[in-house]
């Protein structure tokens, strides 16, 4: 594999964060002379990093047409689901039962549990439109709570595979979040998850992560279906059962 340059760096990582953001939609077309004029990039770059973007999923590649950003469908979530049921539960509980054993491994989810505590203070004081605009740094404490947990995940094949479909989950993050109440009831999941993990107790960690991931694909499926979300015709709802 060639090894990226500082420019193409630079562009997937601004593109990355686009496309997880959903600031580049689903269906986005993908232009290699307009993201380099965009950019100021030239083509081989943006080439490079649109190549990355989809061997992670986020771009598909349409014959006879630019690549575009993927379609985020109905489909896909739930299959996207099913194999992280599989997964973070195993890892969540494997961490609790790590930290039982180690009390040092617990210090980043104890830490996390007081940012949390904070952050829901701070939260319920605010109006609609100022919760809206700190919807941020939830997303900063749940993506810490996920980057420790695959930090301290005992089996690197598990952690490794979780770590790969981070792409995915941050960019679903922002659709399943469709309002104040899915945010905070996220955030009583995550209290639930950090408190089993700092407490050592690998069963009750496994139980509430697996609750969690339960509830945001039933948001998820609620925005897709509901269209909770004024996201388009550029996501493809595909609601066969």
Do not use: W
Not at 218 to 239: F, P
């Amino acid at each position: 594999m060639t090894r990226a340059t500082g420019k193409s760096e630079a562009v997937y990582e601004r593109l990355k964060g686009d496309i997880e953001s959903l600031r580049l939609r689903p269906g986005a077309r993908l232009s290699e002379v307009q993201l380099g004029e965009e950019l100021g990039a030239s083509r081989t770059p943006v080439r490079e990093a649109i190549r990355r973007l989809a061997r992670e999923g986020l771009v598909d590649f349409v014959p006879g047409e630019v690549a575009r950003v993927a379609a985020i469908s109905l489909g896909g979530v739930r299959a996207l689901f099913e194999f992280r049921m599989l997964l973070e539960p195993e890892a969540v509980a494997s961490v609790a039962g790590a930290g039982a054993a180690d009390g040092r491994v617990l210090l980043p989810f104890g830490e996390l549990l007081e940012r949390l505590g904070e952050f829901d203070e701070s939260f319920r004081a605010l109006d609609a439109a100022a919760q809206a605009r700190s919807y941020q740094e939830f997303y900063d404490i749940a993506e810490g709570f996920d980057r420790a947990v695959i930090a301290a995940c005992r089996n690197p094949y598990l952690a490794r595979t979780i770590g790969d479909l981070r792409s995915q989950t941050v960019r679903l993050r922002h659709l399943s979040h469709s309002g104040p109440r899915r945010m905070l009831t996220s955030l009583e999941e995550h209290r639930a998850m950090l408190k089993a993990i700092t407490q050592g107790d690998a069963q009750a960690a496994e139980a509430a992560c697996r609750h969690h991931l339960a509830q945001t694909l039933q948001a998820l499926i609620d925005s897709l279906t509901g269209h909770d979300l004024a996201i388009g015709a550029n996501v493809q709802v595909d609601v066969v059962r």
